[in-house]
Each structure stands twice: as C-alpha cells, then as structure tokens.
C-alpha cells in the first residue's frame, strides 16, 4: 500500500512538473526493492495515469467548456499540435520501451534538456495561449513528441517550446497542460487497450488501484495548480538545476552498481 502511495504521488507531482515523471518512476520502485510484480503491471501504470487524467479533466473543465463552444480556433490547433506525438507514440512504442530505457540515455536526456530549458529563459515572453498560430502550435507539438525519449518530460519539452515562441510562463505552462490532455487519455485508452488483450489488471487487487489513482489525481492537482502559481513569478531554471542534479546521481548509481 505504502509503494502504491509513494509512486502514485510521484506520478502525479512528476507527469506535470518539468522533471521527467519517467526518470522518476525508474529510480522510486528501486527504494522499496520489493519487486512487487503488482506495481510493476500495466494495470498499475494504467491506473496512474489515470489519476493524472481526472486531475486535467477536474482542473480544466471549464477551459475545454469554453474552447470548445467558443474557441474552435484553439480546438483545432490542439488537436493539431498532438499529432507527432501521438503517431511517433504509437511507431516508435517498442524502441521507446526497451532500448531507450537505459539509465544513460535517460540522464542525458535530463542534463541536456536542462541546458535547452536554462537557454529558453533568453527569450522575451509576451504572447497568451490565444495568441498561439499554427506555427506556434506545430512547433510545441513537435517538442511534445521528443518526451518520447526518457528523461525529456512532455511536460519540460512543452512548456520550453512555449517560452522559445515567445509566450509568457505561465501562459506556457496552461498552453502544456491543455495539449497534454489528449496524449494521456489516448495513452490511457491505448494502453488500457493492451491491458485487456493481456487478460485484464494482472491481478491488481483493487485497493492498491483505488490508492494508486487517488494518490496520482490529489498530486496532480496539486502540480498543476503550484506550478502555475510558481511560474508567475519565477523561471523554470529551478527545475534544470534540479534535472542536473538527479541526471548526476543516476550516472553515479549506475557505476556503482556496475563496481
């Protein structure tokens, strides 16, 4: 119960924060060594995504309300902005599941963002989400589709290509979590998908999945709402520090465990 807690929260905190929830949800399940086959299911991952889903619907749904009786132009271009990640999603599944999961290339991934995220504090950010033009929505779109490599963070690469075409903060950050709405509920559902030709939860007793979705909603709640308050007034340099940092210590663990 307590792992199922822990990596629900740390779903929820990291799916929204700009540190790589993948680089995250590697390192947490080493803590507790149990090897729990439960908490490592698709069921599971399946159910804590879930979560972060409710909390964008919760969070959000009077801005899907109004965009879509009243902003079709900003409708279209989220949907258009979520093509390249959704196909090189579904194309480069298996390359993203296995070879791109090493602790190497998901610690480069996180220093050389980092450095991408430190740079894009150097522009001047004036527009508003509803100032957004297709180009604009192309180029975020894009920056979402290379969060398929671990340790970039959807929504780090996001909010980055926001402040390189010249939005504000925190403008930013709502454009990102407004076009990651779609991604993870097409994740949910194409996972979810595999999950029933697998034969279901795997066994996934319902307590630990009633805990994983609530502990993933509650944080992602909370994520969303601090970093959009913190954005207002501070730079995202905060969160490339500290992508440094855990970029160093995966690079340290690993040689250790190979000494």
């Known amino acids: 119960m307590l792992e199922a807690l822990v990596l629900g929260l740390v779903q929820g905190i990291t799916e929204f924060f700009p540190v790589s ?9 080493k803590l507790f060594a149990s090897h729990n086959p439960e908490m490592e299911s698709l069921g599971f991952d399946v159910a804590l995504h879930a979560g972060t889903l409710l909390a964008l619907v919760v969070f959000f749904w009077r ?20 093509v390249p990640g959704a196909v090189l999603g579904v194309l480069l599944e298996n390359l993203v599941e ?18 991408v995220m430190l740079a894009s504090e150097k522009f001047k950010s004036r527009k508003s989400v509803r100032d957004v033009g297709l180009k604009d929505a192309l180029f975020i779109g894009f920056a979402q589709a290379l969060a398929l490599v671990p340790g970039v963070s959807r929504s780090g690469a996001t909010i980055t290509a926001g402040l390189f075409a010249g939005m504000e903060r925190k403008e930013a950050a709502r454009f990102s979590f407004l076009l990651s709405m779609p991604i993870v509920a097409g994740a949910c559902l194409f996972e979810g998908r595999k999950m029933l030709h697998a034969g279901g939860a795997g066994g996934l007793q319902i307590n630990l999945f009633i ?5 993933s909603f509650i944080s992602g709640l909370f994520a969303i709402k601090y970093l959009l308050k913190f954005l207002q007034n501070h730079s995202i340099n905060t969160f490339a ?5 855990l970029a160093a210590l995966i690079i ?8």
């Open 21 to 29: 929830s993948t680089a995250h949800l590697i390192l947490v399940p």
């Open 63 to 82: 801005d899907w309300i109004k965009i879509i009786t009243g902003d079709k132009r900003l409708f279209v271009l989220i949907m258009i902005a979520t």
């Open 98 to 115: 296995t070879r791109f999961r090493t602790p190497l290339i998901i610690a480069g991934g996180m220093a050389v963002f980092g450095l």
């Open 211 to 215: 805990a994983g979705v609530a502990a």
């Open 241 to 245: 520090y500290y992508r440094f940092g």
């Open 252 to 259: 340290g663990l690993t040689v250790w465990s190979v000494r």
